[in-house]
Nanobody, 119 residues
């Protein structure tokens, strides 16, 4: 059974940083893109970031470029999202997903972790 488990969400203030982690089990995603999506309250889910199997290629949604950094550790079958300069608009449930295809979509999804950014 494939599982993606996110952690690291929480309540922070605008301008703060937060690091999300995602641990995958049940399938080795080291040869595939992995990434993150988010769903703000009352809105549709949107693409945040994706990273290639080697880590050599990364892609970001326009709203997070320059502030968020995605990384991965294939030895741990894990992907991470470093979020800096957080804004209230970043408030959302963040989902880990794999493997990522383009246009951004995925076969497997985590249950999500809530990030709340207060002003």
């Amino acid at each position: 059974q494939v599982q993606l488990v996110e952690s690291g969400g929480g309540l922070v203030q605008a301008g703060d940083s937060l690091r999300l982690s995602c641990a995958a089990s049940g399938r080795n995603f080291s040869s595939y893109f992995m990434g993150w999506f988010r769903q703000p309250p009352g809105k549709e889910r949107e693409f945040v970031a994706a990273i290639s199997w080697s880590g050599g290629h990364t892609y970001y949604g326009d709203s997070v470029k320059g502030r968020f950094t995605i990384s991965r550790d294939n030895s741990k079958n894990a992907v991470y999202l470093q979020m800096n300069s957080l804004k209230p608009d970043d408030t959302a449930v963040y989902f880990c997903a794999a493997p990522i295809g383009f246009p951004p979509t995925a076969d497997y999804w985590g249950k999500g972790t809530l990030v709340t950014v207060s002003s």
